[in-house]
């Protein structure tokens, strides 16, 4: 795969296809033979040599040249490698915990949001049906760091990847902010890439409501459940709520702000304590202290620690439809700039 460990194959795809997946190194579906030359152009001058640092769970240094190689099979174009290595930078800062997301039952997957001008110049897509297929940027980027995190950091289904069911986010996880449509602006106006541990997009679907009361009413509801992590490890819960342009305009229009919306999310997305106790993660022994002090059966107890650990964005298209994405608790958003490796 790379120039220290050449493997000579027929010039032919599926039997490059076959031997990979024979030898555990790609996700099951086509892939780009990462040839020397096509790494070389991926890498575009940065060294090769050069390690952004050890990944969990086997603990194997993300050389530049390894994550090329990985860039080159998920079919990125050279454009997207600077994304790409401030993503795996991002992961790597220790508030990520990239080892419990590697490793967890939860099935949890690093979604990679870029930001500013750089998303457009790459064609990253923040429009409709942006979570989906279709778009180059998005399905490259995203799995060239899921293939990363298998074929560098270790972590395959059963194997290191404890998650008991997985998740379709876990073959390509990116999107974009929608600049254009957001009434607060975006989260970042510079090229950067944040990396949000968190469940696949819960759809918030509200054709009903003409006003902010009723759309964040509806989201709220969404944000929790007993099924959820997020609430009970207290300390590193953390919600994402992608608002479709109609329904942000509509919570503009009652002249809300970003910071109105993370306020009424962390007041409203509670359960009470006598619904927490009838199962879920009620109990476990990671739940805050003053949580468990708690003996009001009516108190609302909350989802995350405060309104700034709810992030707001506008991403979609058309239609009055939001998505809440969860985190997995144990993880907490990271950002980087984007810049030259």
């Known amino acids: 795969m790379t120039s220290e460990s050449p493997l000579e194959l027929e010039d032919d795809p599926e039997t490059v296809l076959a031997a990979f997946c024979a030898r555990g190194w790609c996700d099951g579906l086509p892939i780009v033979p990462p040839t020397e030359a096509r790494v070389r152009t991926m890498l575009g001058g940065a060294p090769p040599e050069r390690s952004l640092g050890p990944v969990p769970p086997l603990w194997r240094e993300a050389t530049l040249d390894k994550l090329a190689v990985n860039a080159v099979m998920a079919g990125c174009e050279p454009g997207a490698f600077p994304v790409i290595g401030a993503a795996v930078q991002a ?43 279709g778009f180059r940027a998005n399905a490259t980027i995203g799995r060239a760091l899921r293939l990363i995190l298998m074929n560098v950091g270790g972590a395959w289904p059963g194997r290191h990847d404890m998650a008991t069911q ?3 986010a876990k073959f ?17 106006e510079d090229d950067a890439v944040t990396v949000f541990g968190g469940e696949a997009p819960h759809n918030v679907n509200d054709h009903v409501s003409t006003g902010a009361a009723g759309i964040l009413t509806t989201l709220a509801d969404t944000a929790v459940s007993l099924g959820s ?6 300390a590193q819960s953390q919600l994402l709520v992608v608002l479709g342009p109609e329904h942000a305009a ?3 229009a009652d002249g809300l702000t970003r910071a109105d919306v993370q306020r009424y ?18 109990g476990m022994q990671d739940w805050p202290a003053w949580m468990s002090a708690v003996r009001d059966d009516d108190a609302l107890l909350p989802q995350v620690p405060s309104p700034e650990d709810v992030f707001v964005m506008v991403a ?10 969860p985190n997995c608790t144990f993880s907490r958003a990271v950002s980087r700039p984007v810049g030259t490796l």
Not at 316 to 325: F, N
């Open 316 to 325: 979609g298209g058309p239609g009055k439809h939001s998505s809440v994405v």
């Open 229 to 234: 992590n997020v609430g009970w490890f207290l």
């Open 91 to 133: 992961m790597l800062e220790p508030a990520f915990n990239l080892y419990g997301v590697q490793a967890t039952t939860h099935p949890v997957a690093p979604l990679l949001i870029v930001h500013g001008p750089v998303a457009a110049r790459l064609g990253v897509h923040a429009g409709s049906g942006c979570f989906g297929p």
């Open 250 to 252: 509509t919570i503009a």
């Open 166 to 168: 997985g998740s379709p």
């Open 265 to 282: 999310v962390f007041e409203h997305a509670r359960l009470p304590l006598r619904t927490l106790k009838l199962g879920g993660m009620w």
């Open 172 to 188: 390509s996880y990116c999107i974009a902010e929608r600049a254009d449509a957001s009434p607060w602006g975006p989260l970042r």
